[in-house]
């Protein structure tokens, strides 16, 4: 059984590099979420996938940021131009939508350090 | 909207000592409720859940009694070990559409010896 693998585990940047992560759900789950964790504070969604759809994406996701799920499996979220800012941690977590409880399983996470 | 208030950590206990982290949300309607534990250098983990009123979520032995009347989902352990340091995550979904979680700050446990 694998769960929720993310690469690669750390990723320093220069300022202004493009960065692209990568997240395997677990193979039966159609919901795919990717988070965005800063030091001290709790996950915040960024945006999720049904399937290939992205059908939602939050305010915290600039016009540097974008996600693709090409072929409903894994996704990938890349940054261009990173900034300081952009120093988070970076989970995604997927799901089997239609289950009662919908229950979100978390990847270990990409840490991304911008120099 | 949505959210997630925890107690503010870091927590310090002793070995054996009783534990509690308090959640409180507000949220449209009655979601289901959880607790995540992040341990250091790993990803979150799903500690307990519960998903109606009353309901108590149960693991290792951690607990936690969804209470509606207070909006309220507040985590104890009777006695703490070394291993259970970590990080707490209280959280809950949106209703409908992306069902995205909305989560605490976090509450920082330190067990010591």
């Known amino acids: 059984d694998t769960g929720v693998s993310q690469n690669p585990r750390h990723k320093i940047t220069k300022r202004g590099q493009n960065v692209t992560f990568r997240c395997d759900p677990i193979?039966?789950?159609?919901?795919l979420y990717w988070y965005r964790q800063t030091l001290g504070q709790g996950p915040e969604f960024l945006t999720y996938?049904?399937?290939?759809?992205?059908?939602?994406k939050s305010r915290l996701l600039s016009d540097r940021f974008s996600a693709e799920r090409p072929k409903g499996s894994f996704s990938t979220l890349e940054i261009q131009r990173t900034e300081q800012g952009d120093s988070a941690m970076y989970l995604c977590?997927?799901?089997?939508?239609?289950?009662?409880?919908?229950?979100?399983?978390f990847g270990p996470g990409t840490r991304l350090t911008v120099l | 909207g949505d959210s997630v208030t925890q107690m503010e950590g870091p927590v310090t206990l002793s070995e054996e000592a009783f534990l509690t982290i308090n959640c409180t949300y507000t949220?449209?309607?009655?979601?289901?409720l959880f607790w995540y534990v992040q341990y250091p250098g790993e990803g979150l983990q799903l500690l307990l859940k519960?998903?109606?009123?009353?309901d108590k979520g149960s693991n290792k032995g951690f607990e936690a009694t969804y209470r509606k009347e207070t909006t309220s989902f507040h985590l104890e352990k009777g006695s703490v070990q070394v291993s259970d340091s970590a990080v707490y995550f209280c959280?809950?979904?949106?209703?409908?559409?992306?069902?995205?979680?909305?989560f605490g700050k976090g509450t920082k446990l330190t067990v010591n010896p």
């Open positions: 977590a997927s799901s089997l939508f239609g289950t009662r409880l919908n229950e979100q399983f």
């Open positions: 193979s039966e789950h159609n919901r």
């Open positions: 996938f049904q399937n290939e759809a992205q059908l939602e």
């Open positions: 949220a449209t309607g009655y979601p289901s």
């Open positions: 519960a998903t109606k009123a009353d």
């Open positions: 959280a809950h979904p949106t209703q409908g559409g992306s069902e995205k979680l909305v």
